[in-house]
Structure formats: structure tokens, C-alpha cells
């Protein structure tokens, strides 16, 4: 089942341009959570050299909606809040999100963002949201 939940949300992030724009990539996908990683290129730096905050908030956006679409089914973000807790410097973003509780038609989840600077993970930003099941 994981497997096939994986491959399916590949090709719903394949469907979507902007994530394709930014080089996103699914690398985990199950029931109750989600992890979304992308290679920082330079065009995705602010003038200080750190990973824009649009980008680490996009793709806590992204997980956090994966981590509960996992659980609703077709889903989108109805709200979601993002902190900040240090400069992202590094080669690589992975956003780890999970969903702490569902009912019907929504769920709230919670999602970590990492920078990776040669094998270390360094927390960067933590956000929380309520996904909603279209339809």
C-alpha cells in the first residue's frame, strides 16, 4: 500500500508546475505523514544567501497538505501558520510533516523543516495547519 501511496503522490507533484518549477521531490508518502525534499539552487536564495522564506514556507505548506491528504484524500491547506527559527544555509530542504489529528473532512498537522548542510539537519522552521477534504 506505502508503495502505491508513493507513486501516486509522485504524480500529483508532478502535476503540479510550480513544485515542478522548484525541483520538488516526494520522498516519502504514507498514512499520517509526508516528506518533501528539494536541492537549493541559487535561485531559490534571498540576498543574504539563505533559502528564501517562500520557498521553506511553500514546501511546509506542501507536506503538511501531502501528511493530510494522506488520511482525507483530495485535500487542500484552509490555513497554516509558520515560525521561523533560523536561517536556512545548506544544499537541501526536507520537510517532515505528520498529521497529529483528523475527523470527516479535516485534519491539523504539524511539519518540521530541515536544512542539510553536508550530513547534519539543522531545524529551520516549524508550521502547523488544518487541511480540508475537497468535495
Not at 498514512?31 to 536541492?39: I, R, S, V, Y
Request: hydrophobic share 40%; glycine share 12%; proline share 2%.
Amino acid at each position: 500500500m506505502s508503495d502505491d501511496m508513493l507513486e501516486f503522490g509522485r504524480k500529483v507533484l508532478a502535476s503540479q508546475p510550480f513544485s515542478v518549477l522548484l525541483g520538488t521531490e516526494l520522498v516519502a508518502f504514507a498514512k499520517g505523514g509526508a516528506e518533501l525534499a528539494l536541492d537549493l539552487r541559487p535561485e531559490h536564495l534571498q540576498q543574504h544567501g539563505f533559502a528564501h522564506g517562500g520557498v521553506v514556507s511553500y514546501l511546509a505548506d506542501n507536506a503538511l497538505t501531502y501528511a493530510g491528504g494522506s488520511v482525507l484524500g483530495d485535500s487542500l491547506t484552509l490555513e497554516y501558520k509558520i515560525n521561523y527559527l533560523r536561517p536556512a544555509v545548506g544544499r537541501r530542504l526536507v520537510a517532515k510533516a505528520r498529521v497529529t489529528g483528523s475527523g470527516k473532512s479535516q485534519a491539523v498537522c504539524h511539519c518540521d523543516v530541515y536544512v542539510l548542510d553536508g550530513e547534519a539537519e539543522k531545524l529551520c522552521a516549524t508550521a502547523q495547519g488544518t487541511i480540508w477534504k475537497v468535495g
